[in-house]
């Protein structure tokens, strides 16, 4: 059949080719959306097999601990609570494995995985240590092997699909820009922020694996500190009995020597068991405190002839003032206060004390050189030491530390300061007013 001629050829011609046109857009435009949802499937793919290799790295982690703490456990170097909590962690952990579907080629090695995760964790929580590590060597291992090697393949793969599949997206913008403009762009945000989301979530887990992985070192850190500076006063007193029981207990003038010396070791460990003790309440969160008015005369009189005895006089010169405190946290500070000038301190050290304002202040004082200035930040933060010098018997790091805490707890402070060559800390508190005991307490815990 003949075309019309003229202006209906014309409008024929018209609508053809814009029938063209518009079916040739609307094929276009359905390919290149598939290839973009395409994409999408394969990033969020992607962020799957991303969070199944942190999650896998994460329970791998956890399980270790879990058999670490275990065999601390066995050595008496930690706790049945801690052992617990480090177990419930992992099984946490590889609950969250389990969940984990990323096909019928990994659903077997997922499989195995978990179920020697469980004999691990069943053979910590039996104490059966020997069969646990035997887990951890054959079927543990074995089996996080396959998983790590095929998780690593696939996320390579993925990786080489999605650069392929943005390669020819960008071919389909140049064709078809107008398109894209109208559909791809709501697509790729839905997209983006599913992704966004996942990696969240994987920034979430890396960050707290990076920070379980600090906290063992520095508990690991610790231990072999604390075990060194717990040794060195138990190794004098079980060196100076001996020598006792050698004969000089006979010689008054030697035998007293010697009792003197171990009853100043003696105390140095009390007080660093103490400050354990004290440490592991504050972070649990329950330290108590009994308030009651309290002579700083009389705390102080338990305190400072036992570190006399040591060598050299306190000069003590404090007004005789009441105030709320616990008495036996009071001592506590105070011995630390006093330990600490004592052995990073100068020669002199005093004991100055009254009426500032509304509160008293105590201070103890000594003639050293103070405190270096890359560590005034961190002095009262747990473990700090002047990393120049060695430890010395008696510093475990938490002294400052734990007199700030009592302080505080009990309503006051602990402030350091120095001045006109000498260095001095302050422990302030709060001063026993003159109402019924009970209302002052109320209102000093109540601030």
Do not use: C, W
């Not at 646990?132 to 095929?150: K, Q």
């Amino acid at each position: 059949m003949a075309l019309p001629t003229g202006p209906v050829r014309q409008t024929v011609v018209a609508t053809i080719v814009l029938g063209v046109a518009l079916v040739g857009s609307a094929s276009y435009f359905y390919a290149t959306s598939n290839d973009g949802l395409r994409l999408a499937g394969q990033a969020s793919l992607l962020s799957e097999v991303d969070l199944a290799i942190t999650a896998t790295e994460t329970t791998e982690h956890q399980m270790a601990r879990a058999l670490l703490l275990a065999t601390e456990l066995e050595a008496g170097i930690t706790t049945e609570e801690t052992l617990r909590l480090a177990r419930e962690a992992a099984s946490d952990s590889l609950e969250t494995v389990t969940a984990i579907d990323l096909g019928d080629g990994l659903r077997a090695a997922f499989s195995e995985y978990t179920a020697a995760g469980r004999l691990l964790l069943e053979a910590i929580e039996s104490g059966d240590l020997a069969r646990a590590r035997e887990v951890v060597e054959s079927d543990l291992s074995d089996s996080y092997g396959v998983i790590a090697a095929s998780l690593a393949s696939a996320r390579n793969q993925l990786l080489g699909d999605i650069a392929a599949a943005r390669s020819a997206n960008d071919m389909a913008a140049t064709i078809s820009g107008f398109v894209l403009v109208l559909v791809v762009p709501g697509a790729m945000i839905i997209s983006y922020r599913s992704i966004a989301r996942r990696q969240l979530r994987r920034a979430e887990l890396e960050n707290k694996l990076s920070a379980e992985r600090e906290l063992s070192r520095s508990k690991d850190e610790f231990i072999a500190n604390i075990s060194h500076e717990l040794r060195t006063p138990l190794t004098s007193i079980y060196g100076f009995a001996r020598v006792l029981e050698d004969g000089s207990i006979y010689e008054p003038e030697v035998a007293r020597e010697l009792l003197d010396l171990v009853i100043t070791e003696s105390l140095e460990l009390e007080r660093m068991v103490d400050d354990l003790l004290t440490a592991a309440r504050a972070s649990d969160g329950v330290l108590s405190y009994k308030l009651d008015v309290v002579d700083l005369r009389a705390q102080l009189a338990e305190v400072v002839p036992a570190f006399e005895r040591q060598g050299g006089s306190i000069p003590i010169a404090i007004e005789a003032i009441p105030v709320i405190a616990d008495p036996l946290r009071l001592r506590q500070v105070l011995r630390n206060l006093i330990a600490n000038a004592r052995k990073h301190g100068g020669e002199e050290i005093l004991v100055l004390g009254g009426r500032v304002g509304d509160r008293y202040e105590l201070r103890v004082v000594d003639d050293g050189e103070g405190v270096p200035g890359d560590l005034f930040e961190a002095l009262f933060e747990r473990f700090v030491h002047v990393a120049a010098r060695p430890l010395v018997a008696g510093s475990v790091g938490l002294g400052l530390h734990i007199a700030r805490t009592l302080a505080r707890g009990m309503g006051g402070d602990l402030e350091y300061r120095r001045d006109r060559g000498r260095t001095h800390f302050i422990l302030s508190l709060n001063l026993a007013p003159e109402m019924p005991f009970e209302l002052a307490i109320r209102e000093v815990m109540s601030v």
